[in-house]
């Protein structure tokens, strides 16, 4: 009886290969899929897949289609293009928690790891014991001390009037109650570059990842946030912390909100004695394995820019945010019940606009920068598609370029040139 039996594509060097194995299982022919990435170097998988996609741009993929008329067998290119988004695109998978190669020993992770041994059944009801039993109760308790000494303490350094004496103790209270919550994600950060940290007067952007993010920043030095207006446990801590500092809280959905940041910015940037403005220009979550495209309104308001990235290791514990799915409280008893938060943190040297470069190149420069010192997938897809559709506008520029590559009037071809 047929025993194993492996098909793989062809391995490229340096490209994701995808194999499908048929394993014997308790006498019976069982198909499995074994989905792996193999590098150049031989280096462990950072991502799977479930096609072997062609990653080449569609410019090239046409190229046999210069010097002679439009057939209908071209569609078929389209079409195979198409097919591919739709079984595994490359947007809406970094909306949902990144996959592991290995399995780390958390139910929620095992969802490809199906067939586990006793022995190590029996490492993974230890581990339950360990995680539930002991560092939970420790981690919540160090939780509900750090909020509580937050929510206080901000509250009554709010009370003094604006001077330098209530700057110190607003900083303070930040650093120290972060850092209790960090410990209590069992929180194990290396920062890289610390003389390039954010200066005073300077603008730091960062990928994000989750709100998380804030508390990993904050334990190296203290910010002037913007972001979105929260209800729940994170309304409650937004609203003490504006009180002892600046913070800048907006309704996204609101344009006058919009225009009021952006005239708070201008005016924070202004004066240099102010602490470093702390914006995620992406706008939402993503899962920690690519950067999505950054919004360009950080970018339009001058001042310098401090990049940082931020890589979280997946294997002690997922740090992405999937706020469709869990509230906030959700989501910090999930991050509780990992092994640990395990992340690196990379200063970068300042960046600013450059002559004749218009905010929308700026931004993407920052953001390919990032991407490459945080070991990302750079994308140039908005965020906000993990809530909205596809603007018309976007689909109608897609489908003028489709034409061109088309009819072949060298027009595209002329560019990438």
């Known amino acids: ?14 490209r994701p290969q995808c194999l499908l194995s048929f394993g014997r299982t308790e006498g019976r022919l069982q198909p499995t899929w074994i989905l792996y990435q193999l590098s150049r170097q031989g280096s462990p998988p ?52 990144e996959e592991l190669v290995s399995w780390n020993l958390l139910t929620r992770t095992n969802v490809n790891f199906q067939y586990v041994s006793p022995r190590l059944t029996m490492v993974w009801v230890l581990g339950v014991i360990v995680r539930y039993c002991v560092l939970l109760p420790l981690r919540l308790t160090l939780a509900v001390i750090g909020i509580s000494l937050f929510v206080i303490g901000t509250t009554l350094v709010g009370q003094l009037p604006r001077n330098r004496l209530k700057n110190f103790l607003s900083e303070v209270v930040h650093l120290t109650c972060c850092r209790i919550c960090v410990r209590a994600l069992s929180g194990t950060i290396h920062y890289h570059n610390r003389q390039y940290r954010p200066q005073k007067g300077g603008i730091c952007v960062a ?33 003490s912390m504006v009180k002892a500092c600046p913070h800048i809280w907006f309704e996204r959905s609101e344009m006058k909100d919009r225009h009021l940041v952006i005239r708070r910015l201008k005016e924070h940037i202004a004066l240099k004695e102010e602490l470093p403005i702390l914006i995620f220009p992406e706008g939402t979550c993503i899962n920690n394995t690519s950067v999505m495209m950054f919004k360009k309104g950080s970018f339009e308001i001058g001042g310098t820019i401090h990049p ?29 019940t990992s092994w640990a938060i395990v992340c690196d943190v990379w200063y970068m040297p300042p960046m600013t606009r450059e002559e004749g470069e218009d905010a929308v190149q700026f931004a993407n420069r920052v953001k390919s920068a990032i991407a490459v010192q945080g070991g990302l997938t750079e994308l140039p897809w908005d965020g906000g598609l993990k809530r909205a559709k596809v603007k018309d506008t976007f689909k109608e520029e897609q489908q003028k370029n489709y034409s061109k590559m088309i009819v072949g009037n060298g027009s595209l071809k002329s560019e990438l040139d």
């Open 308 to 336: 940082v990235a931020i890589k979280y290791n997946p294997r002690f514990g997922d740090a992405f945010w999937n706020s469709s799915k869990y509230n906030i409280v959700s989501y910090l008893l999930r991050v509780m």
């Open 1 to 14: 009886m047929l025993a194993n039996y492996a098909w793989a594509s062809k391995i490229r060097p340096g």
């Open 46 to 97: 950072s991502h799977t897949c479930i096609i072997q996609r062609d990653e080449s741009p569609m410019e090239k993929g046409l190229s046999g289609l210069r010097g002679r008329d439009f057939e209908l067998s071209d569609v078929f290119y389209f079409s195979k293009k198409g097919l591919e988004a739709i079984v595994e695109d490359e947007v809406t998978q970094r909306f949902s928690s």
């Open 207 to 239: 990928n994000h990842t989750s709100p998380i993010d804030v508390l990993i920043l904050t334990t190296d030095g203290c910010y002037t946030m913007v972001g979105q207006v929260h209800g729940g446990l994170m309304g409650i801590i937004q609203r």
